[in-house]
């Protein structure tokens, strides 16, 4: 099985609560309301909020997020495939390309 080179325990829920609280306050320091910063992860502001209050952020959105403050994938790349109907694939390719996922 494939791993990230990620947060040791990144999903256990003690560690849970204090990433959330390191990324509520990424998203302050960046003076991002909770609506812009989640939505660049394909996320709503309400479960955004839940993810910041220590609730469980799905494995998908964290390697997102991970990659993101790795400066691997950048904000273009992620609203480019927000945007992006023609090619849907097109962040999941960018993501297997970082993470040397090429099949």
């Not at 990144?10 to 609506?35: D, G, M, P, W």
């Not at 955004?48 to 494995?59: H, V």
């Amino acid at each position: 099985m494939r791993q990230l080179n990620m947060t040791k325990n990144l999903f256990e829920e003690t560690s849970n609560y204090i990433y959330a609280k390191n990324l509520k306050n990424l998203r302050k320091v960046r003076r991002e309301n909770q609506t812009d910063f989640w939505y660049r992860f394909g996320v709503t502001q309400s479960r955004g909020s839940r993810f910041e209050k220590g609730i469980g952020i799905p494995p998908s959105v964290a390697i997102l997020i991970e990659l993101y403050l790795e400066k691997k994938i950048s904000d273009t790349d992620l609203f480019t495939a927000l945007h992006n109907n023609n090619q849907p694939m097109g962040l999941e390719l960018k993501v297997r390309s970082v993470l040397g996922w090429n099949d």
